[in-house]
């Protein structure tokens, strides 16, 4: 079942107050009634569409303790060995999923663990299929540990998306499908695997948060 998010509960309130308002007014002064249907379709439809951004649908993981969940929902845009040059500093296994404006926008913890590192960075508000967006938008680097994997996940904000939140800290201790944080809008994930995991996921798999396998450990 979904419910409204946190990160969108004073928008869609907010919103919903001002359309009811535009709505009263629309049809005290606009005397021509297809008219005055038309524009309250419209204005509805608008709410509709920022009210579906925030959704939150809850999902139970059933992935074994092995397996890597995405942490969002969208399509797997990216699969290929690249130079981590933050953290690692080294090669890993770069998978990125695209959140189109359509999908959830919530971010779920991949794996349990802890949270051995992590840091927000300001920055450009590129495309996010633009090759330079996972180094120079604005973005935040998690890092999730366990007895299996370091997996350095990072959220990265896009043309529409002018906001990253986030709910972790180092130290934290944190168990898969949880929430971790919010993109509003859209825009990408970026997941970074040692070399050898197992990928399970391909280019052009529509992926979803707690449900999709990405990889085994």
């Known amino acids: 079942m979904n419910y409204l998010h946190k990160e969108g509960r004073a928008w869609v309130l907010g919103l919903l107050l001002t359309t009811i308002a535009i709505s009263y007014i629309v049809c005290q002064f606009i005397h021509t009634s297809w008219l005055a249907w038309a524009f309250n379709v419209l204005i509805w439809s608008f709410w509709f569409i920022i009210a579906q951004f925030f959704r939150n649908p809850k999902r139970i993981v059933v992935a074994n303790e092995n397996q890597v969940v995405a942490p969002a929902d969208g399509k797997v845009v990216v699969i290929e060995e690249v130079y981590e040059p933050e953290y690692f500093k080294d090669k890993r296994i770069q998978v990125s999923v695209f959140m ?7 971010n779920r913890n991949p794996i349990s663990g802890v949270i051995s590192y992590f840091k927000y960075h300001p920055g450009l508000y590129l495309v996010a299929w633009h090759p330079k967006s996972s180094t120079e938008n604005e973005r935040t680097t998690v890092v999730f540990k366990n007895n299996k994997a370091e997996i350095l996940v990072r959220q990265v ?6 906001r990253i939140c986030w709910y972790v800290k180092e130290g934290d201790n944190v168990q898969k499908g949880e929430d971790f944080g919010f993109i509003k809008f859209g825009s990408r994930v970026d997941l970074y695997f040692p070399l050898g995991t197992q990928i399970d996921v391909k280019i052009g798999d529509v992926v979803k948060g707690n449900l999709s396998v990405l990889a085994t450990l």
């Open 100 to 106: 189109s404006p359509i999908n959830v926008h919530v």
């Open 157 to 162: 904000a896009g043309a529409l998306a002018k």
